[in-house]
């Protein structure tokens, strides 16, 4: 089918339109917008038995993807990726489902939830209880 001069210019304007309303319906909300990155934790900070036990966990959070790496001494690292959704928000929490879950081994699978808490003051994220620092963007 061929769309002449006259009648491409509505259906330029009507696509321009539905992209406009996709690009504003994929916006992050201030609290999502907040935890897309790196966040890392490890037990080497203030902790005399860094040289004895290691442990390192990094998250990565970005448009609805995400990634966990976890590295125990003497261990076999764990690593995860797949894609979230908010389940539930509030100012200052997030609650995440995750799922199209990729790992060799992992506890984490389709349907585990996160519990984020924003710690937009020091610019920290707890995840499931444990505080995490940004540590990429």
């Known amino acids: 089918m061929i769309i002449s001069g006259r ?3 509505p259906f330029l304007l009507l696509a321009l ?6 690009v504003a319906g994929c916006e992050l909300s201030p609290n999502e917008a907040y935890f897309q990155g790196y966040w890392s934790f490890a037990n080497e900070f203030d902790n ?3 040289t004895e036990v ?4 990094q998250w990565w959070f970005g448009g609805g993807q995400f990634q966990y790496y976890r590295e125990v001494w003497a261990g076999f690292p ?3 990726e797949g894609r979230y959704r908010i389940l539930d928000e509030t100012e200052d929490t ?3 489902e995750l799922y199209d879950v990729h790992a060799a081994r992992s506890a984490l ?3 585990s939830q996160l519990a984020l808490v924003l710690e937009r003051e020091t610019d920290m994220l707890r995840i499931n209880r444990t505080l995490y620092y940004r540590s990429g963007p």
Request: aromatic letters at 4%.
């Open 109 to 111: 699978d389709d349907g």
């Open 7 to 9: 009648t491409r210019v």
């Open 17 to 22: 339109a539905l992209g406009g309303l996709f």
């Open 48 to 50: 005399p038995q860094a």
């Open 54 to 57: 290691h442990l390192l966990q």
């Open 94 to 96: 997030i609650t995440l």
């Open 78 to 80: 764990e690593s995860v």
